[in-house]
Each structure stands twice: as C-alpha cells, then as structure tokens.
T-cell receptor
Framework: DTGVSQDPRHKITKRGQNVTFRCDPISEHNRLYWYRQTLGQGPEFLTYFQNEAQLEKSRLLSDRFSAERPKGSFSTLEIQRTEQGDSAMYLC??????????????FGPGTRLTVL | AQKVTQAQTEISVVEKEDVTLDCVYETRDTTYYLFWYKQPPSGELVFLIRRNSFDEQNEISGRYSWNFQKSTSSFNFTITASQVVDSAVYFCALSDADRGSTLGRLYFGRGTQLTVWP
C-alpha cells in the first residue's frame, strides 16, 4: 500500500511565473486535501475534493490558485503569477470518507515552493 | 469557529524523561474529531492518533498516551521515557463531521517543537 506522493518535491521559480504541483493519493481514498504550511506554523487548509467534486475552498485560495481532480484520482494545484508570499510547503493529504473510516488524513511529503 | 491552541512553542527534555504536550480546542459542533500528528525534520506529517468526540476513553500506545477531557476541551499527549528519535514538531488538529462522513478539513495548532537531548 503506497502512501501519498507529490511531485515535484522542490520548486524554485521567479515571481510572476506559473507553477503546477501534482498529488497522487492513496489508491482507495476518495478524498483529497491541499494544505499550505509556512515556517513555524501549522498547515492551513486550502481546498478538498471528494472524487472529482471540489467540495470546499478556503478564502486563502485566491483567484490565482486553482485545483483540479479530473478523474477522481490524482490532483493538480496551479498557482498563476506567483508572488513571494506564495513561498511555502504545499501539502497533499488523502482519506477515505464514509462509514468505517476510523483513521486520519494521510499526508504526502510536500512540495516546497520558493518564489524569488 | 474551530480553533486549536498549542501554548507550548518549544519543549526540551533529556532522554528518559516524561513529557506532556498540551492541546486546547474550540468548537461549537457536538460531533468532532481530534488528532495528533508528528512532523520530524524530514518534513512529512505522520498520523499518530484520532479520537472521536463521543469517546472520552484515554488511549495508550506503547510509550505514547493521550488524555481527552471534554470538560476542559483538552486533548493532551504524553510521551513516557522520551527518546532522541521523538524529537520533532507535534501538531494537534481538529476536524468536524462533514456531510455525514467522518472527516472534514483539519484545523491545526501552531505545533510544539520537542527536542530530546541524549
């Protein structure tokens, strides 16, 4: 049973460029979450999907951010016109919704974004 | 609104000491879930435990134990006989019941950096 994977692990970009991150959840998990973590802080929720449907978006998710999960499997998070304030670790997590789910959200290793 | 407070920013102990990490939460929901995660220097968040609001029974897993008290809205985590490998940032988190399922978004505290010295 492989865990949550994220690609790339590190991304350095210049301000104004677009970036896209990918997350592959645990295969049987139908929920997928995106969080952002800055230094010294706990992760902050961005958005989540159940299957293909995006169920909730945080107000942290400005218009420059968009997330998709087209086939209910992997997900992508795109940031357009990056700003230095976007520098953070972007974390993906997955879980199994519904009865019988007794565990937590399982996190990937994260993508560390640095905007110069 | 949901909120998690971890008042201890940093804790340092010497190996074999017991240490308790505090977590206080706020929620108006009657059904909710509490979690602890460990984030070692490698950065990946590791799930440790989930506790449901309707189950106040304390839990022990090896050297780890958790004390859930609804009366004080606390969910504290104790490591007995700490080891150097326990050094990490520990996060407490809260989730409400969402759309009839068991887990919604997680609300995290700011974390407690635990350093265990040899």
């Amino acid at each position: 049973d492989t865990g949550v994977s994220q690609d790339p692990r590190h991304k350095i970009t210049k301000r104004g460029q677009n970036v896209t991150f990918r997350c592959d959840p645990i295969s049987e998990h139908n929920r997928l979450y995106w969080y952002r973590q800055t230094l010294g802080q706990g992760p902050e929720f961005l958005t989540y999907f159940q299957n293909e449907a995006q169920l909730e978006k945080s107000r942290l998710l400005s218009d420059r951010f968009s997330a998709e999960r087209p086939k209910g499997s992997f997900s992508t998070l795109e940031i357009q016109r990056t700003e230095q304030g976007d520098s953070a670790m972007y974390l993906c997590a997955s879980s199994l919704a519904g009865e019988g789910s007794t565990k937590g959200q399982y996190f990937g290793p994260g993508t560390r974004l640095t905007v110069l | 609104a949901q909120k998690v407070t971890q008042a201890q920013t940093e804790i340092s102990v010497v190996e074999k000491e017991d240490v308790t990490l505090d977590c206080v939460y706020e929620t108006r929901d009657t059904t909710y879930y509490l979690f602890w995660y460990k984030q070692p220097p490698s950065g990946e968040l590791v799930f440790l435990i989930r506790r449901n609001s309707f189950d106040e029974q304390n839990e022990i897993s090896g050297r780890y134990s958790w004390n859930f008290q609804k009366s004080t809205s606390s969910f504290n985590f104790t490591i007995t006989a700490s080891q150097v490998v326990d050094s990490a940032v520990y996060f407490c988190a809260l989730s409400d019941a969402d759309r009839g399922s068991t887990l919604g978004r997680l609300y995290f505290g700011r974390g407690t950096q635990l350093t265990v010295w040899p």
